[in-house]
């Protein structure tokens, strides 16, 4: 079993969540066309898949709004007010519409069937995975990052010390 309990979900994804936003508070306007190959994502398109993707959670059953856009906005604020406010919706409905029986519940996604708790597991790393592409593509448009599971480079020299290699 991947969550035991809703609450466990919600702190878990509230605390990625709070990393994905500062990350996402950071880009700049011109910094959303960075692309790391023609043809391919580009960073604003990257940073609008995290909204966009959040209705994985519609095959458990959870329904909450969308922006109804599904190009990324102009401006990077928009993008990072898009999440924030998708992000809070999205723990509102699960708070209010799943239960703790409801983790076991077996649900179909793109043909698979899950139990509801593996969906939610498997959400949360999607984005950590589509994190990671969007801390290298900042790190290609000149954007300093700030850690996720630990300091950055640049981070480091506030604690005094070198950056490891």
């Not at 996720?148 to 300091?151: N, T």
């Given at each position: 079993m991947m969550y035991q309990s809703i609450q466990t979900f919600i702190e878990d994804y509230k605390g990625e969540s709070e990393v994905t936003q500062k990350?996402?508070?950071?880009?700049?306007?011109?910094s959303l066309k960075q692309e790391i190959t023609p043809g391919f994502r580009s960073l604003g398109q990257l940073a609008w898949h995290f909204v966009r993707s959040t209705e994985m959670l519609f095959s458990a059953g959870v329904k909450f709004d969308l922006p109804p856009e599904k190009e990324p906005p102009a401006t990077a604020a928009a993008l990072a007010e898009g999440y924030k406010r998708t992000t809070q919706a999205l723990l509102d409905a699960v708070q209010s519409q799943l239960k703790d029986e409801s983790l076991q519940e077996t649900v179909n996604f793109f043909g698979m069937n899950?139990?509801?708790?593996?969906?939610?597991?498997?959400?949360?790393?999607?984005?950590?995975?589509?994190?990671?592409?969007?801390?290298?593509?900042?790190?290609q448009a000149g954007i300093p990052v700030s850690g996720?599971?630990?300091?950055a480079k640049e981070e480091w020299a506030a604690f005094g010390m070198e950056a490891p290699v």
């Open positions: 990350l996402l508070n950071a880009l700049t306007d011109d899950w139990k509801t708790d593996v969906l939610l597991y498997n959400f949360l790393k999607h984005e950590v995975h589509h994190r990671g592409q969007l801390t290298i593509l900042m790190r996720v599971y630990g300091p």
